[in-house]
């Protein structure tokens, strides 16, 4: 058995951990170009979201390289995930790729039959190993999503351009090359060492919020590595939701921690939105009016271009942002998208943000605090 998955930021690092200790070969589609991307948006249906077609070229890369499992995780609720792996599973069948597909529902749908689907995939190992390939998957996670708020905090700091990314390079290959816990703890060391020894500009940097569909927030590539462009131009940037997040609520059991933030989200999009509409919708609007709260300059809100649950979001954002004295820009994806497009429209927000942090400096305004 070969494994494959569909690649989504650093996602790729803890699943090899994982199937690495567990001593199954895995199969890494290679870092998603415009080839990957043509290759998926051929073969897949035209309004399919980006991801869905992503994930295609993912799989077609893989199979190239000798891959022939799959494992993708499934989804419940209102949105198009529900059916995502079966239509992916149709269009490889169709193209006569042959791979078998193992689908991991969230727990809220079927614990038992993912647990058991996800011990067959192991080859039936003994429930001590799969514990530790699963506490090293998850510190793994863990770090990886530090590192990430590391990354933002020093890029919009940086002296010399190109010097943040080449610690996170760094750091992503540390990580990656940890086999044990020890190894990660000390991986953990350097990484932290490296970033402190980082020259950063002193003072406070523009905060903004990144809020929308999980897949476009995280993966660099959908995004047009629009992390990367914002902490360039000086913006700090803080994801709504991170990769240890997703898959602690939608592949595995719901910790306290999450269930008690997940609530307080969902309070606060109450009075806009009052349940789920699939995907993340429900949370772009609960964490816009948070990151309102905290005091941030704006919000990014991202999704594909077709994503139903982030065009929910997107209708009762302009409210939030006008209740909530907050700005707010709507930016939506799909494989046509150019990255010159994009980046020039959030040079314009970021510009219209300083001139209104400085008027509202000028006339002395307090910030945006809010006390509902
Ligand atoms: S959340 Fe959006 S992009 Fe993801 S499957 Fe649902 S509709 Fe598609």
């Known amino acids: ?36 991307i043509s290759l998926g948006a051929r073969y897949a249906p035209e309004f399919a979201c980006l991801p869905l077609k992503i994930n295609v070229g993912n799989y077609l890369e893989a199979y190239e390289m000798g891959a022939n499992t799959i494992l993708m995780a499934g989804g419940i609720g209102p949105c ?20 078998q597909m193992v689908l991991l ?7 038992w039959e993912t647990l058991g689907r ?31 708020r590391l990354t933002a905090k020093s890029r919009c700091r940086e002296k010399n351009r190109g010097q943040v ?27 932290k060492g490296a970033f402190g020894a980082l020259e950063l500009k002193a003072g406070t940097p523009l905060r903004v919020g990144l809020v929308g569909e999980i897949y476009t927030v995280l993966e660099p590539a959908a995004n047009l590595y629009l ?35 997940q609530r307080a989200v969902e309070k606060l999009a109450q009075p806009y939105l009052g349940h789920s509409v699939g995907g993340h919708g429900l949370e772009s609007i609960g964490h816009s009016i948070q990151y309102a709260r905290r005091g941030f300059a704006g919000v990014i809100h991202i999704g594909p271009l077709t994503c139903m649950p982030e065009i929910v979001a997107k209708t009762i954002l302009p409210v939030v942002s ?34 209104r942090n400085s008027f509202n400096q000028q006339l002395s305004l307090p910030g945006p605090a809010h006390s509902r």
């Open 165 to 191: 990314g080449g610690v996170y390079r760094r750091a992503l290959a540390w990580i990656d090359a940890a086999a044990t816990l020890k190894e990660l703890a000390r991986a953990e060391g350097k990484i």
């Open 1 to 36: 058995m070969k494994v494959t998955f569909p690649r989504m930021g650093t996602l790729e690092i803890p699943l090899r951990a994982f199937f690495n200790t567990l001593g199954i070969k895995v199969i890494v589609p290679p870092p998603i170009t415009d080839k990957t």
């Open 105 to 111: 529902e969230p727990p809220r749908g079927h614990l």
């Open 227 to 261: 992390e990367k462009f914002l902490g360039e131009l000086g913006v700090e940037v803080e994801r709504g939701i991170y990769l240890s997040d997703w898959v602690t609520s939608h592949l595995f059991l719901d910790t306290l921690r999450l269930r008690r933030e």
């Open 80 to 99: 198009r995930f529900g059916y995502y792996a079966q239509v992916q599973q149709e269009i490889l069948a169709d193209l006569g790729v042959n791979y």
């Open 118 to 148: 996800l011990w067959e995939l192991t080859g039936r190992a003994s429930p001590a190993r799969i514990f530790r390939a699963g506490r090293l998957t998850w510190a793994k996670l863990k770090l990886l999503d530090e590192l990430e």
């Open 322 to 355: 006008r209740e909530w004295d907050i700005p707010i820009l709507s930016l939506f994806l799909d494989e046509h998208t150019g990255e010159a497009g994009i980046h020039t429209r959030l040079e314009a927000f970021v510009e219209m943000l300083r001139a």
